[in-house]
């Protein structure tokens, strides 16, 4: 079996090192980057967090959603950064002078000449303007054209039209399945019950897959042997106002109250 060895001559530029990695390139520029999903880097490369004050103008001007500020942090330098997310696909997609929501866990970076937004949709960021972005996805990406309905676990975006519906079958849940499932609770919502409704004009994202990647908290240390700072417990989900091991639910703003003063 022959291995290939990459080193800073033969990784790629912006582009894919393989499904699951992608490779950054910095030419004394800057990208956002999702804490958590740089692997490597070749190069002068430096990681501050939103609101350092050198930064300032960029996230002025590219970093408009607060609730999502500490789960990110700016790169700048000069070299090349691998990204990945749990041996998930991971892609690069260009947008040019147009606006495009994604599901916030699943946004590894972007070039600052996008903007993001928070989106009125929980759970989701928009970004508008042109330039790239990385994106992981559980599976391949598949783009269809609305008029459409989908399994909300499998929507990874929507480019260039308006914010979906919910719809859902009533008549499915009236049903003797959907009755059996509202009597003994098992079972929870599927995509044949509820799905997000899209008219209108763009292009909807869906992952091959109805699973969730799961949530992760951003920049925790795992407890697991040979991690710095771990140990040979369970993996903890970070650290937050609920205490030691507790997920960060969507919404909660965790350390940001005190940096912002609420």
């Not at 609730?67 to 749990?86: C, E, I, N, T, Y």
């Amino acid at each position: 079996m022959t291995v290939q060895v990459l080193d800073p001559a033969t990784l790629p530029a912006d582009d894919n090192v393989n499904p699951y990695t992608f490779c950054v390139e910095l030419k004394g520029s800057q990208w956002f980057l999702q804490k958590g999903k740089m692997i490597a880097y070749y190069g002068r490369i430096e990681f501050n967090g939103i609101g350092h004050g050198a930064l300032e103008r960029l996230v002025r001007t590219s970093f408009h959603s607060p609730l999502h500020a500490g789960d990110w942090v700016v790169a700048q330098g000069s070299g090349k950064m691998l990204l990945a997310d749990r041996a998930f696909d991971v892609n690069s997609f260009d947008l040019e002078d147009g606006n495009l929501t994604i599901r916030a866990g699943n946004l590894l970076a972007y070039q600052p000449s996008l903007a993001l937004k928070q989106s009125i949709v929980p759970g989701f960021l928009t970004l508008i303007g042109t330039g790239k972005f990385v994106a992981a996805s559980n599976g391949p990406v598949v783009f269809m054209e609305p008029p459409l309905r989908v399994d909300p676990q499998a929507l990874v975006g929507w480019a260039d039209c308006p914010s979906p519906c919910h719809h859902y079958d009533h008549g499915y849940v009236r049903g003797v399945i959907g009755g059996l499932r509202t009597l003994t609770g098992i079972g929870g919502t599927s995509g044949e019950e509820h799905q997000f409704e899209f008219v209108g004009a763009g292009t909807v994202l869906l992952q091959s897959s109805e699973a969730l990647m799961p949530e992760q908290a951003t920049g925790a240390v795992p407890h697991e042997p040979g991690v710095p700072g771990g140990g040979s417990g369970h993996a903890s989900g970070g650290h937050g106002p609920l205490g030691p091991g507790m997920p960060r639910m969507p919404g909660q703003l965790g350390d940001l109250q005190r940096r912002f003063g609420l």
